[in-house]
């Protein structure tokens, strides 16, 4: 492969690391650049809806005149298929990729790059996958209705039990038949413990992303899941549709049930995991690692800048003096609808930062917000993600914002984001419950 090729592919890559795109993210090995992992979030609306979905880009010796090689990695070990045009193989049937035929102009050029290929991909994982098989375009008979609305259910519960569930168990060490995570391995507070800075868990590069969107999206997750319960009986197979044939299909049966124990396990998990950093971390000062040292110096440079800026509406401690458990209080802007508001808020550190980022939580569960999930996880996207002065930034901007623009993947209070984006009185009713919460916190 060329040096023009590489630095191609390397600005390709950064291009969706460094940009506002939230379904997207991409992780390669520094000795093989021409193998990079690719994951996409499922979009909102859809029986794919906050499914994480993974897939190999090969990029061939003469990138960018002919397009890489992708394959799907999301297939439940090659026996599911989840969409008429990704294979439960793993293949991708895409007119770009040359792994379909299309029309005149739908074919690969020099102009596309990896992130217009995995837009292309994610364009896949619409409402109605079913009219994307070749065929069936455009029927409207009882039977294809009734093929269509089974379809959708069975992708809606493999997404949640393949493409949310299984990789978090994976990373969490979660075994099925334990009713908890396992997290035996994280250290204690005891003088006896060593904790290894060259020590990292089994490579998966989507790990924290996975953790911390699931966080987000908990309560839309569980509300979806109570919804489609009551439409399809526990144990119910799965509907095979005319375009599926031998191992090329998605079997099963429905088990909702089941999904929301496993839900509720895996949430727990993620928050003790969560917790044990502020233990890690102490231990990480202890030992002196460079991670703590730069953490404590960013820690006092923050807080200088805001004695500088006379900033009165933050005020940022350590707790116990942990460069890994920063602890923030927000005082609500004066003529905005936090105005006589006090938020506590724990920012929680991995040892492992930046590779693994913050997990911010308000000390006050139900503060009605679009960004603040009714477990107080607060929804925040930092303009860089290796230093602490812009997840700050990030923090208090997230709650300030009165006018965002619409996005389910950032808004994770399903009743506060139905009204915030309904009618002018829903409207004017998240803005009542708003103050309401905004007068609770200052009563605390």
Known sequence: MSDQAILRITREIRQIQQGADLSLAVHYEDSDIRSVRALILGPPDTPYQFGFFEFLIK?????????????????NGGQSRFNPNIYSSGRVCLSILGTWRGESGEQWSSAQCLESLLISIQSLMSSNPYENEPGYEGARSSTDQENMEAYVAKIHHETLRLAVLEPLETSLNILPEKSAGSLADIPSESDDNILYEDDRPSFDPFSDFRKRRFLWYYEPYMQSLVAAEERHPRKAKFQRMPFESGNNSMDGHFDYLELK??????????????????????????????????????????????????????????????????KLTYFGRPMTQLD?????????????????????????SSFFHIRVSKEGVLCYVPRRTEEMRYHIEGIVTSLEEEHPPYDPRTTVNPEATKLFWGTPEERRKYNRELRRSVERTAEA
């Open 340 to 364: 006589g508001g006090m938020f506590k808020i724990l920012i929680h550190l991995s040892p492992r930062f930046p590779e693994e980022q913050p997990r911010v939580f308000l000390e006050a």
């Open 261 to 326: 124990r496993r839900m509720a396990v895996v949430k727990d998990a993620i928050l003790e995991e969560t917790h044990h950093w502020a233990v890690e971390g102490q231990l990480a000062k202890k030992q002196e690692w460079g991670i703590a040292a730069s953490l404590q110096r960013q820690y006092e440079q923050i807080v200088e800048n805001l004695k500088h800026q006379n900033n009165i509406t933050v005020d940022l401690y350590l707790e116990d003096g942990n460069p890994f458990m920063w």
């Open 59 to 75: 990029f061939g010796k003469d990138y960018p005149a002919t397009s890489p090689n992708v394959r799907a990695l999301t297939t």
